[in-house]
């Protein structure tokens, strides 16, 4: 663990990162999502069992219904916000093995997708100067569908920090699953979405 503190400490705390405009699709296609942001690494403390890191996002998100002939017709939602998330992991004595928490502090914007969300962490290792981790959102959350409906999905999501020509990268690598919210159980979805690479200017 003091080693992933020291990288850390050394190459993500303190640092600012943007994201390039992404175009996904949902819906087969009925929607596109357009996303693009900046993120800010800040508040590392740590102690003898564990640490925690804030991240704070400015996202700029619209999902458009889409018309016939490809063009953006309609804005379905806009996911914009100002963002704080929390980072929160410990060593457990049992296995050795890094776990915790991420989860959403503090919002603003009309929708909040994360809101009242928790993910698990865990698969935490720092191997080649790469940190990895991974991130299990508990329960689900809303997505926008055709019609002004919502459904329920999760995701499973590959974190990386990591630098290059001396620059932070972080990649969120996410997968997508349509929930059954009576048994919670989870299946495939046909959503994609790329992988999201920031990158520090």
Not at 47 to 52: A, E
Not at 116 to 138: D, H, P, R, T
Request: aromatic share 12%; charged share 30%; hydrophobic share 35%.
């Amino acid at each position: 663990m003091d080693n992933i503190i020291k990288f850390i400490e050394e190459n993500v705390n303190g640092k600012t990162l943007f994201t390039k405009e992404l175009v996904y699709k949902l819906e087969n296609g009925v929607l596109e999502g357009v996303y693009s942001d900046q993120i800010s690494f800040s508040n590392l403390k740590y102690s003898q069992s564990g640490f925690q890191l804030d991240m704070f996002i400015v996202s700029n998100e619209k999902i458009w219904l889409m018309g016939k002939e490809g063009q953006r017709e309609k804005l379905r939602k806009d996911f914009s916000a100002v963002s704080l998330f929390r980072f929160e992991l410990a060593k457990r004595k049992s296995t050795d093995e890094i776990t915790g928490s991420f989860r959403l502090i503090s919002a603003s914007g009309k929708s909040i997708t994360a809101e009242a969300i928790i993910s698990g962490i865990y698969g935490v290792s720092l191997e080649n100067n790469i940190l990895k981790l991974i991130e299990e959102q508990a329960l689900y959350r809303d997505q926008p569908i055709q019609d002004e409906q919502f459904k329920a999905v999760a995701f499973q999501s590959q974190h990386r920090f990591y630098c290059e020509d001396e620059k932070l990268h972080y990649e969120y690598d996410g997968k997508c699953f349509d929930v059954d919210t009576k048994t919670m159980q989870r299946v495939n979805s046909a959503d994609t979405f790329p992988k999201f690479v920031s990158v520090e200017k």
